[in-house]
């Protein structure tokens, strides 16, 4: 974000330095998207992101709220009670039941135990039992009994948009248990509630009196000079079709697709049909756009993503004009502006979150991508699907507006009343604002209550973190259990064996129980004096730091040496799964302990606590250079064993080398980098679950941002014969040259020596 508002700057400080869970809020236009982007970019802890439904979750970059916590779609009671006496129309869970067929495999269960952040996004549509039943799941799968099994929640949604959906009967049983269906009716929410922030800087609307406007709209205060002014702009024989640029919103699908059929039926000319590339697992519920795109020149249609390239010459609800249309191109006119580009497709990625084993992380992993252009017909729009969107023009028909925020959202999406048409009067009566929403609204905290809070809720974390850094109490109870169930082995047993092993080990690790115990209680005592000594802290912290991590590391590596060891012995898989569990966590425990090390350091020098601060090197490559260095050991110790390896026992396949990432790179600097590590185009859409035009459309960026050379891709002969066919060209459409040459030069082909005349 290129200026950061005031509330802005205080939540990015809530999420990195304190561990307080947020309602971020803000009305339409005030930027809660890019601000829940530049929290993704920025924040040092484990994070996954989920919304309520698929599409809003795709947009968010995250993965929907029954997948990512396995709960059914059911009516979710908070209690034990027996839920045999409740309606038979409807399906009820409770936490008995939800336990009692509560199934989540490995990567889901590591992925929620590892989580430090999560963040829902569209909260507004999000249900009060849903978010109860939320909670529950996580208290039970991190086996930690605090809110949210002690993860750090951000709430982010307009609640005067769009509300949660609950059908009549299923009302008439929860609200025996919830006084509204919002999300801050949760048990949960009112036993903790989070801070409320709310974003007031507007970026869409720059006009006083329209923000005035809608600000009264927005809380349902309307005034009579609200409406005299409202009324200036209605026009009832408004012909949208005729006024270019115009899109009409209204508040029915069915409305909406007839008006968009029919003006495309009355255009004249050939029809065309595009559809999409899918690879991979991306189901259809949660397809992006409409599968088949229907298309004829003279079409009015809309952005529906920004333009992630540096040209940024559309955005997401920018209109324009069909000029072209081929199999392989489609050219959009902005009449305003006197310009025609070409239409690019966009690459939406369904995603999965896992753990990364070597740095305890939580990634992203794409299982499946939908490739499509990023438009639709737009001479009409549902008021629900224009949220987010901004326009510059649009017809509102609003008369039959059947939920609370409708004309808000439908009014919000314009930049100013200039390009504003009304089809009929508003009625008031229909657009009245929820009071249960509006009476929430009051909870919101001024900059005096974020200033306040965050000194105490910062501290309250540092200590946290650094007591999380030097507990050992969970890491010690398990080398002790795992020490004395050797006690029950048979004296032959493959287990058996390695006592002599795992007495030095627990040996090792038990001496620092005590040590751990007391500095931990000396940690408690330095943040209790009314003055923190954040010098002292960094040099208590330092010197614990060198007390505690020799011997873990010690120990880390002889553990990583046996389980090489026993990787190669036969009928040795139960011990061997012992190991794993044992190295996982001393992994967590040492990578903690390096943490909290960093968190002193920056408390000291008076620095943010963010991702880029907190980035290290050795914690990233930590386990990888270990198990480096134990590979080599063991094969000076172990030569025989290395020799005879491809006869040896394996029960793991062989970690890759995770390369070390920053941040999240770019489509196209992925491809990049698979490029340079020679694959081919067919190799790197395997890889990348894309298509091989899509990786052909990278590499038309990398030509044109002058990354890579066209004869890294084309032939010589082949770039001569274009040099050729270029000859003429003066920057039109390729259709004519592709006519013209036929099969001679594939789309790819053309579309590559282009990027080399700009």
Request: glycine fraction near 4%; proline fraction near 3%; aromatic fraction near 10%.
């Amino acid at each position: 974000m290129n200026t950061l508002s005031i509330e802005a700057i205080y939540t990015l400080q809530f999420v990195n330095q304190t561990k307080k869970s947020i309602f971020l809020t803000g009305k339409a236009g005030t930027g809660k998207t890019t601000l829940l982007k530049e929290i993704i970019n920025t924040t040092h802890k484990n994070t996954v992101v989920v919304a309520p439904t698929g599409i809003a979750a795709l947009n968010a970059g995250g993965v929907t709220i029954h997948s990512m916590f396995q709960l059914p779609f059911a009516t979710f009671i908070p209690d034990h009670k027996d839920i045999t006496s409740f309606s038979s129309s409807i399906k009820i869970e409770n936490r008995s039941s939800l336990l009692r067929h509560f199934k989540m495999n490995a990567i889901k269960r590591s992925v929620i135990r590892n989580m430090e952040l999560l963040i829902i996004d569209e909260v507004s549509m999000l249900r009060a039992d849903v978010l109860d039943a939320i909670d529950f799941m996580m208290r039970k799968t991190r086996k930690i009994e605090k809110p949210f099994g002690g993860v750090q929640v951000i709430f982010i949604g307009d609640l005067l948009q769009l509300p949660p959906v609950v059908k009549q009967v299923e009302w008439q049983v929860l609200r025996n248990y919830y006084s509204g269906m919002f999300f801050f009716n949760a048990q949960v929410m009112q036993q903790f509630p989070p801070l409320y922030i709310e974003l007031s800087k507007i970026y869409r609307q720059s006009d006083t009196v329209f923000i005035e406007l809608l600000n009264n709209l927005r809380k349902n205060k309307i005034t009579r000079e609200n409406i005299v002014l409202l009324n200036k702009y209605v026009e009832p024989n408004f012909n949208a079709k005729e006024n270019k640029g115009y899109i009409s919103l209204t508040t029915h699908n069915a409305k909406a697709n007839e008006i968009n059929q029919q003006s495309l039926q009355d255009l004249k000319g050939k029809l065309y049909t595009y559809l999409p590339d899918i690879v991979g697992d991306f189901p259809e519920k949660i397809f992006p756009i409409d599968e088949k795109l229907e298309l004829k020149i003279g079409a009015q249609v809309m952005f529906i993503k920004n333009d992630l390239s540096i040209d940024k010459q559309y955005f997401n609800g920018k209109m324009g004009v069909i000029e072209s249309l081929s199999k392989e191109e489609i050219l959009i006119h902005f009449p305003e502006e006197n310009k025609t580009i070409e239409v690019e497709k966009y690459e939406w990625e369904n995603v999965r979150f896992k753990v990364n084993e070597s740095t305890k992380e939580i990634e992203e992993e794409v299982i499946g991508t939908f490739v499509h252009y990023p438009i639709k017909l737009a001479w009409a729009i549902t008021v629900h699907k224009s949220q987010g969107l901004t326009f510059e023009k649009a017809a509102l028909d609003v008369s039959q507006v059947f939920a609370p925020g409708q004309a808000y959202v439908a009014l919000s999406r314009l930049r100013s009343l200039e390009g504003l048409v009304l089809l009929s009067p508003l009625q008031m009566n229909g657009i009245s604002s929820d009071e249960n929403v509006l009476n929430y609204a009051s909870n919101k905290a001024t900059e005096d209550d974020l200033k306040n809070s965050l000194v105490i809720e910062k501290q309250y974390f540092i200590l946290e973190y650094l007591s999380k850094g030097f507990q050992f109490k969970e890491v010690i109870q398990e080398w002790r259990n795992h020490f004395y169930s050797y006690k029950s082995e048979e004296s032959k047993s493959i287990k058996a064996k390695h006592l002599d092993w795992v007495t030095i080990q627990y040996e090792k690790i038990i001496v620092l129980e005590i040590p751990s115990e007391k500095f931990l209680l000396q940690l408690q005592s330095i943040f209790n004096k009314e003055i923190i000594d954040n010098e002292f802290i960094k040099e208590r912290c330092d010197a614990a730091f060198n007390y505690f991590f020799k011997p873990l590391d010690t120990i880390f590596e002889d553990l990583l040496f046996k389980i090489e060891e026993i990787k190669r012995t036969k009928n040795a898989k139960a011990y061997f799964n012992e190991l794993i569990v044992l190295e996982e966590l001393l992994l967590s425990v040492i990578i903690q302990l390096a943490k909290a090390r960093i968190i002193a350091k920056l408390l000291f020098e008076e620095k943010e606590i963010n991702k880029e601060n907190l980035y290290s090197n050795e914690i990233k490559n930590y386990k990888s250079d270990k198990l480096e260095l134990v590979k080599e050991r063991f094969k000076k110790e172990n030569s025989t064993l290395i020799d005879d390896e491809e006869h040896s026992v394996s029960y793991y396949e062989r970690p890759k080398k995770k390369k070390t990432k920053k941040d999240k790179k770019s489509t196209i600097e992925e491809t990049l980098e698979l490029f340079k590590e020679h694959l081919s185009i067919p190799e790197i859409a395997k890889k990348r679950k894309l298509t091989e035009a899509t990786i052909y459309n990278h590499f038309t960026k990398l030509i044109q941002m002058e990354v890579i050379e066209i004869s890294e891709i084309l032939s010589n002969d082949k770039i001569i014969a274009l040099t050729k066919a270029f000859k003429s060209y003066e920057n039109e459409g390729l259709a004519q040259l592709k006519e013209a040459y036929g099969e001679a030069f594939s789309w790819d082909e053309l579309k590559l020596f282009r990027a080399t005349l700009k």
